[in-house]
């Protein structure tokens, strides 16, 4: 696994990583290295072990590490190290020394793997990141179903939860006058339901909409895209530490996702979590994973194959603000409870029979 910037693989290992760390577990992290260490990965207090490789890039990188990676586990493997890795080609190598192994997935098998899977020991344990995930590995690759758990992705509670909003004279904001503003960050491609709103700016010019992600290009694309409105704002992404304050800064945050995001069907977003932590009132696209984690009392759900649905939701949401700050409560409630990093290494430690 390769990390080099803020993508949520990188931020969902790091805090996995910190989570397994906090609960009392040493925690050594291999990965192919050339040299290069992401400056997150460097910060945490965990055993970091680099297996050099000489190639940089691609599936020759991933062969020369998992050649070398026997040896490396060899010199840690204790009977009570649990192997976690999210990689099928790991999961084949270190099954031959690990006690317990736990391989985890965010997406189905591409096809050429699923004739791996009988290769697999049985003493594996797998993680699927939703329910859904969960059923399919246990329907399509006869996992037994106590091998396998639904572990959603999580949030650090207390970063989010206790974030300043920004100044208002510091905020970023759409050129038009307008009552309320609502944010949407992430990547900006169309499946990620930039065009829901388009559909929600036009039809809504007293409400703004701020747009963070991606680099200039993204920017422009999205701009030209029909996103050049006197009241959105297209902004290239920030650093993710920025994050928590802005979630705290407007009136809602959008999460409008569509059936044309590849993982639709499996996914569990991260920024799903920081939005129910942060307490801000949240607009998201009612996917069957998505129903997995929260409900009506929690978010206002939009249906992602009906344009209008985003507009008539956030007038919804400024008709009654009260009960979308009720919702938000709510929210933030079930992600302590519930959405925690360090709950979620419980759980897999529980899985693999470490706990």
Known sequence: MIMEN????VLQTCRTL???????CAVTYLWPSYGRIVP??????IDLRPVACRTRHGKARYAEFLARLLPALKGLVTPDTVVMTRSLGVALVGQAVAPRLVLELHKDLKALARLAVPLLSRRIRWVGISGSLRDHLISAYGVPPAHAAACHDAVDYPVFAGAEPVPLAERPRPAADTR???LYYGTLRPERGLSLIGVA???LPDHGFVLIGGGEAEVAAARAGGLDLPNVLVLPAVPHDRIPRLLRSYDSVLLPYTRDVGTHQWMSPLKLFEALASGTPAVVSKLGPIVEVVADEHVSFIDCDRPESL???LVALAADPAAARAKAAAGQTAALAHH???QRARDILSLAGAA
Do not use: D, Y
Not at 6 to 9: D, F, I, L
């Open 6 to 9: 803020e993508t949520a693989h």
């Open 18 to 24: 910190e989570a397994f760390a906090s609960i009392g």
């Open 40 to 45: 997150e990965l460097a910060r945490l207090p």
């Open 180 to 182: 309320l503003v609502h």
């Open 201 to 203: 700016a036009k039809a």
């Open 311 to 313: 507009a008539e939701a």
């Open 340 to 342: 925690t990093w360090e």
